[in-house]
């Protein structure tokens, strides 16, 4: 079964989407599983995994309702404030949902880098152990010190880092070496997971096949397939791109592969990670 790893539904009229502004147009419109559908059924694409786009626990809801009635939603990953005593009895409520599957504070949107390093995390963080739950890391390479930190005090939890921690490939090689590094050192931690994703929305207007090649092959390189799930982050995708073209640009750029490693690139390691 092919998965998409990571994608999104939404209705800017809900109100509690921040970064989601009339000035987004492309975006600024409620996007739903039907919209999906015909690209879905084109690339091949038979479940998803829904990530949330608010830190509300009102948006969570709302994704769990849709997937009820949603077949081709496998699984929702959605926000908890983590920090807050009333955490662990949160997840606890949300992990009666069958698809409820992980959760991912946005912590590039959080002013304070090292908030994921903060020890008052542990118990939010051990109910979702004990739910065998697991954990989306929406982060830049600025971030991973204090992930890795994070990453070592759980060493039960399934991490996963979202967008190949957002490499800047629109600013060409300049930052890559920082980049390729903090993959590189996320990569050494068994149980770090990574989402081949995103990496359109990154590049600038005109990216071509060889523009994302050099930071697949490092996201490959570092993770292996046994650790990499492919994402079309859609619709944020539209944004640089469109689902077709990045389903068909990730398939040739891991077209060295085998077919078993594929599908799990494709399929397998989310169907695993995510417990769907």
Known sequence: MHIDAHQHYWDPARGDYEWLTPELKILYRPFGPADLAPLRERAGIERTVVVQAAPTI???????????????????????PLLLPTAPDVIDAFAHEPKFKGVRPMLQDIPDDTWIANAELAPAIEALIAHDLAFDALIYARHV????????????????????????????????????DAITRLARLPHVHCKLSGLVTEAAPGWTEATLQPYVEHLLA???????????????????????????????????????????????????????
Do not use: C
Not at 157 to 164: E, K, N, S, W, Y
């Open 145 to 180: 010190e204090h992930v890795e930190t994070f990453a070592t005090r759980f060493p039960a939890l399934r991490i996963v880092v979202d967008h190949g921690a957002k490499p800047p490939i629109r600013y060409g090689r300049a930052d890559w070496q920082t980049w390729a």
């Open 58 to 80: 009102d948006e969570t809801r709302y994704l769990l309702d849709m997937a009820r009635d949603e077949p081709s939603i496998a699984g929702v990953v959605g926000w908890v």
């Open 222 to 276: 570092s993770f292996g397939p046994a650790r990499l799930m492919w994402g079309s982050d859609w619709p944020v995708l539209d944004l640089n791109g469109d689902y077709l073209l990045w389903h068909s640009v990730a398939n040739t750029l891991l077209a060295s592969l085998s077919d078993n490693e594929r599908d799990a690139v494709f399929g397998g390691n989310a169907a695993a990670f995510y417990r769907l």
